[in-house]
């Protein structure tokens, strides 16, 4: 099943944002770069998904990630990614961003609940202070121990 038609552009985003709210679903949105997903991308997803009705993702563009990790990244190119993404039962909407981070997605849907890995704290979230402005709650999940696209990438370059 093609589910492809859950990837948004800024065109239908806030179109999808008002009628999931006029249905007063709770939204949920995390953001990364997903280049690689594994066991503990799925763990977050899942957790986050967990946390309200609707769980939307901000995903880094290639050239985002360029940006943010060097010219070898990403691995895979942001249709890969998104279709990806796009294809878990738990997503509800995928939204690539060119920014370097995504507080103008964060702007335009105003989650209720806005969730990034335990690697953070709160109040280095980009868009926390928005979120909770406006009555929105801010959360962390705890990663999984020794699991990350960086470790993965490792692995296979000493296998090589």
Known sequence: MDLTHKILNNNNLQTKVNYWKKFEKRIVFTNGCFDLLHLGH??????????GDILIIGLNSDNSIKRLKGESRPIQNQQTRSTILANLQIVDAVVLFEENTPLNLIKTILPQILVKGGDYKIEDIVGADLVLKNGGQVKTIPLLEGISTTNSINKVNNQV
């Open 42 to 51: 799925l763990h977050t997803l899942t957790e986050s998904k967990k946390l």
